[in-house]
């Protein structure tokens, strides 16, 4: 990871508006741009995926549970097929609700994100891995600190990775509303991003 994402939503949010973000004259450019910040964002769910499995491993070694080895394989199916529902849950929960403060909570390494939460809607109902998130807050007050700021960096990287499909849906957004007699265009990549 290059450098810390900001704590502040409003700070990442000053990063939305940049130079390519106005009216166009022209489809061909503005859909060349389109393009660039849907892949950007494709991007950043395989990056997801390849935080997300690691760390699966790390809480598996560190908290030596049983239970948490045997659903490894679920949880592991479940990054794998699921990364934008995943993110964009994240998304909505740790950057929508409370004007980031999840979010913020995550990049500041406040122990309070992990122990009060009960992240049920972010699991879709899956008593497997609602489970799992549970023995994770037991086992998380008995991490010494050099684990728990690995367990740290790793959502870091998460949070790092977020930060990027949020920038570039909120882009997208912007662009059109800024050129708004491309609106076919848009409505072509709407459902896909």
Known sequence: MEELPPAMLSELKLKI??????????????????????????????????VLLPLVDELIKLSGDFML??????????????????????IRRCYEEKDGLLR????????????????????????????IIFKFKDFWGKLNNENKDIL???????????DVRYLSF????????LNPKYETLFNQYINIF
Request: with cysteine; charged share 25%.
């Open 17 to 50: 508006v940049t130079d390519e973000i106005m009216e166009y004259s022209t489809m061909t450019s503005l859909n060349n741009l389109i393009v660039t910040l849907k892949n950007t964002s494709d991007k950043s769910l395989d990056q997801f995926k390849e």
């Open 69 to 90: 080895s045997f659903y490894k394989t679920d949880i592991i199916n479940f990054i794998n097929k699921n990364p934008k529902v995943i993110v964009d849950t994240l």
């Open 104 to 131: 913020a909570k995550i990049v500041n390494g406040e122990e309070s994100f992990f122990l009060q939460n009960n992240f049920e809607d972010m699991t879709e109902g899956d008593n497997k891995l609602i489970n």
């Open 152 to 162: 740290k960096s790793y959502l870091l990287s998460v949070v790092a990775l977020c």
């Open 170 to 177: 909120k882009k997208f957004i912007c662009l059109k509303s």
